[in-house]
Nanobody, 111 residues
Framework: QVQLAESGGGLVHPGGSLRLSCAVS????????MAWYRQAPGKQRELVAN?????EGRFTISRDNAKNTVYLQMNSLKPEDTAVYYC?????????????WGQGTQVTVSS
């Protein structure tokens, strides 16, 4: 069974940085297209970054295949970045939103 576990969320001041991590277990990490999504209260889930695009130029996705982990580096954070951030792994035979999702990690940007 494939499991995704996010970590690294928390409270940060505006202008600060955070790095989220997502550890993938139980599957073939190298075969997955990885992405990060977020969902703020009262809003729809939205793409933050994948390897084809980064909605926010302040955010960068990277992966370490040796550690089965994907990262999201977030810089110059703003209050509107406050949301639950989800890691998403899409096997090649799946289409969004099917695949594997983490449980989410809360990011709160506030002074």
């Amino acid at each position: 069974q494939v499991q995704l576990a996010e970590s690294g969320g928390g409270l940060v001041h505006p202008g600060g940085s955070l790095r989220l991590s997502c550890a993938v277990s139980g599957g073939t990490f190298n075969a997955y297209a990885m992405a990060w999504y977020r969902q703020a209260p009262g809003k729809q889930r939205e793409l933050v970054a994948n390897y084809a695009d980064s909605v926010e130029g302040r955010f960068t996705i990277s992966r370490d295949n040796a550690k089965n982990t994907v990262y999201l580096q977030m810089n110059s954070l703003k209050p509107e970045d406050t949301a639950v951030y989800y890691c998403y792994a899409r096997p090649p035979w799946f289409t969004y939103p099917h695949g594997y999702w983490g449980q989410g990690t809360q990011v709160t940007v506030s002074s």
